[in-house]
C-alpha cells in the first residue's frame, strides 16, 4: 500500500508564506517525477509545479518567482515553499507521484488526500 500524506496548509494573509510538505511511505520502490497541483472552488485543477528525480523543475506562469519546489529522495518527501501569497493561490493542494512499488511492476500516478490553502485579502 502507498500513501501521500499532505500537510502544512492553512490560513494565510496575502503577502504571507506557508511550506507544503507530502511525505510518500509504505512499499515504493522508486520515485520519479512528483508535483503538486491545486484545485480552487468551482474550478478544475491545475498543475503549480513538478520535479523530477534529478530535480528538473516546472512551474505554472502564475506562481513563477514566488514557490519553490524541491524534494529530499531518502524521505520519499517533496516540498512547496510559498511566498507573497495571493488570495487566487486560494485552493486545495494536491501531492501527486509517479513511482513505482515492485521490479516487474510498471510506474503508476498516485494522490494524497489534500492539503487546504485559504489566503485572505
Known amino acids: 500500500q502507498v500513501q501521500l500524506v499532505e500537510s502544512g496548509g492553512g490560513l494565510v494573509q496575502a503577502g504571507g508564506s506557508l511550506r507544503l510538505s507530502c511525505a510518500a511511505s509504505g512499499s515504493i520502490l522508486s520515485i520519479n517525477t512528483m508535483g503538486w497541483y491545486r484545485q480552487a472552488p468551482g474550478k478544475q485543477r491545475e498543475l503549480v509545479a513538478t520535479?523530477?528525480?534529478?530535480?528538473?523543475?516546472k512551474y505554472a506562469d502564475s506562481v513563477k518567482g514566488r514557490f519553490t519546489i524541491s524534494r529530499d529522495n531518502a524521505k520519499n518527501t517533496m516540498y512547496l515553499q510559498m511566498n507573497n501569497l495571493k488570495p487566487e493561490d486560494t485552493g486545495v493542494y494536491y501531492c501527486n507521484a509517479i513511482l513505482l512499488k515492485a521490479p516487474m511492476d510498471a510506474f503508476r500516478s498516485y494522490w494524497g488526500q489534500g492539503t487546504q490553502v485559504t489566503v485572505s485579502p
Open positions: 520535479i523530477t528525480r534529478g530535480s528538473s523543475t
